[in-house]
Structure formats: structure tokens, C-alpha cells
């Protein structure tokens, strides 16, 4: 649900009160629907010359998804604007002038050195002030790689800087997100589309400020989605701690996709479980994910219920918050056991069907949390863990590359669950503000990352962990 306040600045005397006073306006988030339009408006396309080959590839793809794709390509930033000014030299490209962009692409493939970034950064400052409530910024640029020379490596680590901060400016519900190409993979790589689309859409209402980098992937493995509606048509899907919370809601978005879930959690969570298994139409496991046959069973259930298993989700986790000062070894031991020791013996058993032969391309995602990036006091059982999970991902990332298989974390920052709900009201209300987008998540937008990173297409992006918490002000 969204809460209470930016419910109440988003309509009538809220609204006047709010702008009168210069209170905080989070904006109400837009959320994926089937059939919705993928971005509010059309989107801008703009890159530098060096780039342009990869941009017009993008628009391409961009057209074929049925979008309006405006091109506004730079020769050189004295192309741009007059000096003195911050008027374009040719007039703002196509759209109508009420017209808002629902997206701006800024594609960076090309930049060879720093001062290369001025042609297409400098043809942002007047579309930006016609970005749509709910708009996009994506770009879309090369991942820094070992033996960079200096000026290409500052060219390249310099987005990041300019990406991060650009998505602190935007307003009203408004995102920017980023793209590394690392290796071989280029602009035309599925995964490269499947991130650009998500970044695009609904899908990603409260990803903000983050990258996803594209490695290229084993062919064989990067199948198409039957459609993009259903990219899990046809596959199998695992979630533990799907009774309630975030779990429910990634079950219920993985069957959204076309995925047959299985629902886990404890016995003691059996309503909820029943409840979650029969809104997806999936079967329900009641297990202990710290059972030391937990991966052994998970792996039968599947097989034996379903023929398959494709994806594997842990999410089951639990809180015992306490200052190190005043921990006890009960606190310390139970987080560690479920939040992470139960994924890396579910994962060991995973793997090995893996080196059976058993298991190709298999997806793995993993909650972890801001907490396990930026720390959080009374949290170090629960950060140890998160943190712990963030360096396992990437490890077994490698393991799974052999089998087609990738591996990746989810980590929310402030999400409106019952977890959260039991916070005291100040430090909830500072908390869920203290993001770019100013409000909690919902926890259909940590499901839609996990969603994504499940599918087929995402082949390519492994080892990551995809932040989706509005760009916490906590980082390190
Ligand atoms: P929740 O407490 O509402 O739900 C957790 C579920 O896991 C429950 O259904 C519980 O029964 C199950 N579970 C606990 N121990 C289990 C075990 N040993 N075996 C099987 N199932 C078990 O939590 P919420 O908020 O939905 O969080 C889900 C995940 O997201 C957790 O890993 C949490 O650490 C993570 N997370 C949540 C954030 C938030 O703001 N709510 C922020 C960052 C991370």
C-alpha cells in the first residue's frame, strides 16, 4: 500500500499545502499493468557520433516495440549550442511542444576520453525539463574492463558518477538507470534489450540510479521469450518464504509471467502458504529452508510435481535486530542459518545436479538488502548475512556460467511489508523519505526485478546485485 502521506500531497488541499510549505512530493509510482503502454510518452534517443552506430541499432528495437523513437544525434558538442547559451543550435527534434518525453536514451558506447561527453550530455538539459512525470532516463554505455587506458577509464567510470547523480535531480516519479556493456556484449545483445526494456517500463517504478552490466552469454542459453508478456512461459520456478510479504508477491508475479511456482515456507506459515500456492495456481512445500536436505528437496518436489526446474528465488529471511553490544548467540546463529548458510546448502545442491548434467541454465536470485551495503545499527547479524549473500552470488555466479546457469541478488532498500510496518512511526517515516523517490517501495517492485533477472533473457546479467530502493541515501 502506498502510504498515508504521499497519498495525501498527491490530491487537492494535500497537494496546495504541500507546495506551499515546500514539503517533500513523492510521487505516485506507476506500476506495471498488462497492456499498458511502455513508456508515458516517446522517447528521445541521443548519442554522440562515435556512438551512433549502436544508437541506431537501439532505435530499431525501440520501433519494433512499438515506440514513437525520436533520434537527436551529435556530431560534437560545438554542434550543439551556442556558446553562451543553453538553447540548442537545430530546434528540439519532432514532438509537439506540449509533448513530454516518456524516455530519454542516452547511448555512450563511443566515448574515448572525458571531454567526449559533452555532444550528447549538453543535448540534455532542455529535453530533460520535458520529461514526463514518470519518465525515463537510461544510458546505455561501455563497461570499464581491466587494461582500460587512463582517459578511456575515466571516460567510462565517469558515467557512473553522472548517471548517479543525474537520477538525485529527477522529480516526480522519474528514474535514470544505466547500462554497461562489458566484453563482447553489444548494444544488439538480448540481455543489452531485455535491461533497456525494464529499465523502460512500469516494471522498474523503484529502481533508481543503479547499472546493470551485460556480459556476453552462452547462446545457447539466451533463448527468446515466447512473448514479452509471458517470458517464463513454460518453466519452473522455486520460492522460499512465498507465504507472505515479498515472497507472495514475487510467486504471484513469477506466475504472472507464465512461470509454475513453487511455493516454500514453514509449517508453521502453512495458511499463508496455502493461500500463496493456490493464487498462482502452483504447489505449496512446507519445509524449513535450514533443513540440511532443504536443496535435496526442493530439487524432488519439482522434478517429481512439475518435470522441471528452471528458477530458484530465496527469499525466506528473518530479523533479529540487537546492538553487538547486547547480541546473543541465539540472534547471531538463526540469522546466519536462514538468511544465509540455508542458501549456499540449497545452492550446493543445486550445483552439484548441475555437474550431473541435471540442471542447464539454471537462474538463481537472492534477497539481499541495502543493509548489507551501507550497514545498519542494531543490524550486524542481519548486514553479516546480506553482505554474505551479495559475495556468494558473484561466486556462484562462476560455478554456474559452466551450466548456462546465472546467478544474481535482488537487495531492497525501505519496502512496505509487515517487516517494515513494525518500525516506530519516526523511524519509519525517515527511512521510507530518505530515497530519491522520497517513499517506501511496494513489494511487487522487488518482484518485478526478481522477474526479470529470472527470465530468459537476462542470461547475460550474472554475479550482480541489482538495488531496487528508490537510490537509498545510504551507500557507501
Ligand atoms: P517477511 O518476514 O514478511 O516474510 C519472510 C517469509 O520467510 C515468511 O513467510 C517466513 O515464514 C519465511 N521464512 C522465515 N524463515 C524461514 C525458514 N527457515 N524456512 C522457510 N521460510 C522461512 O519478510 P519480507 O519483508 O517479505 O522480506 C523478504 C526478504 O526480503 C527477506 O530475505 C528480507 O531480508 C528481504 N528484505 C526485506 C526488506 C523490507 O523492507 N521488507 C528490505 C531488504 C531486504
Known amino acids: 500500500m502506498t502510504d498515508t502521506y504521499t497519498l495525501f500531497v498527491n490530491k487537492g488541499l494535500g497537494k496546495t499545502v504541500a507546495k506551499k510549505l515546500g514539503l517533500p512530493r513523492p510521487a505516485l509510482l506507476r506500476r506495471y499493468k498488462s497492456g499498458a503502454p511502455l513508456t508515458v510518452g516517446p522517447v528521445l534517443l541521443v548519442a554522440d557520433a562515435a556512438s551512433t552506430p549502436d544508437a541506431r541499432a537501439l532505435g530499431e528495437v525501440m520501433r519494433g516495440w512499438g515506440l514513437d523513437v525520436v533520434e537527436r544525434f551529435v556530431a560534437s558538442s560545438t554542434d550543439r549550442a551556442p556558446e553562451g547559451t543553453n538553447g540548442p543550435r537545430t530546434p528540439e527534434p519532432s514532438a509537439p511542444a506540449e509533448q513530454r518525453w516518456g524516455a530519454i536514451v542516452v547511448v555512450l558506447t563511443g566515448l574515448s576520453r572525458p571531454a567526449d561527453a559533452a555532444a550528447a550530455v549538453l543535448a540534455l538539459p532542455d529535453a530533460l525539463k520535458r520529461l514526463a512525470p514518470g519518465g525515463r532516463v537510461v544510458t546505455v554505455s561501455t563497461a570499464p574492463a581491466d587494461g582500460d587506458a587512463p582517459a578511456l577509464a575515466a571516460a567510462r567510470h565517469g558515467v557512473d558518477g553522472f548517471l548517479r547523480s543525474l537520477a538525485k535531480e529527477l522529480r516526480f516519479g522519474a528514474t535514470a538507470n544505466g547500462i554497461l556493456l562489458a566484453g563482447d556484449a553489444g548494444a544488439e545483445h538480448p540481455s543489452t534489450l531485455a535491461a533497456l526494456r525494464f529499465l523502460l517500463s512500469a516494471k522498474s517504478a523503484f529502481v533508481d540510479g543503479q547499472f546493470l552490466t551485460v556480459s556476453p552469454a552462452d547462446a545457447a542459453f539466451v533463448d527468446s521469450p515466447r512473448t514479452w508478456e509471458k ?126 548434467g541435471e540442471l542447464d541454465g539454471l537462474r538463481i536470485v537472492s534477497l539481499a538488502s541495502t543493509s548489507g551495503i551501507a550497514g545498519n545499527r542494531g543490524q550486524t547479524n542481519y548486514g553479516f548475512t546480506k553482505a554474505g549473500v551479495i559475495g556468494h552470488t558473484t561466486a556462484t555466479a562462476a560455478l554456474l556460467a559452466a551450466h548456462g546457469g546465472a546467478a544474481n541478488a535482488v537487495a531492497p532498500g525501505f519496502i512496505e511489508t509487515d517487516m517494515t510496518a513494525h518500525i516506530p512511526f519516526v523511524p519509519r517515516q525517515v527511512a521510507r523519505r530518505a530515497n530519491s523517490l522520497q517513499q517506501g517501495g511496494q513489494p511487487v517492485d522487488v518482484a518485478e526485478a526478481v522477474a526479470f533477472l529470472a527470465s530468459p533473457l537476462a542470461a547475460g546479467i550474472t554475479g550482480q546485485t541489482l538495488r531496487v530502493c528508490g537510490q537509498n541515501l545510504v551507500g557507501r
Do not use: F, Y
Open 231 to 356: 517470458p517464463l512461459d513454460g518453466r519452473v520456478a522455486v520460492v522460499t518464504g512465498a507465504a507472505r510479504g515479498i515472497g507472495a508477491a514475487i510467486a504471484k508475479t513469477l506466475a504472472r509471467d507464465g512461470a509454475t511456482v513453487v511455493c516454500v515456507d514453514v509449517p508453521a506459515a502453512g495458511e499463508g502458504l496455502a493461500r500463496t500456492a493456490n493464487a498462482v495456481g502452483g504447489t505449496a512445500l512446507q519445509l524449513d529452508v535450514t533443513a540440511p536436505d532443504a536443496g535435496e528437496r526442493i530439487l524432488a518436489h519439482a522434478r517429481e510435481r512439475h518435470g522441471r526446474l528452471d528458477v530458484v528465488v530465496h527469499n525466506a529471511g528473518i530479523l533479529r535486530d540487537k546492538l553487538l553490544a547486547n547480541m546473543d548467540a541465539t540472534r547471531w546463529e538463526s540469522v546466519v542459518a536462514v538468511n544465509v548458510e540455508a542458501q549456499l546448502r540449497i545452492n550446493e545442491a543445486l550445483l552439484a545436479a548441475a555437474e550431473r
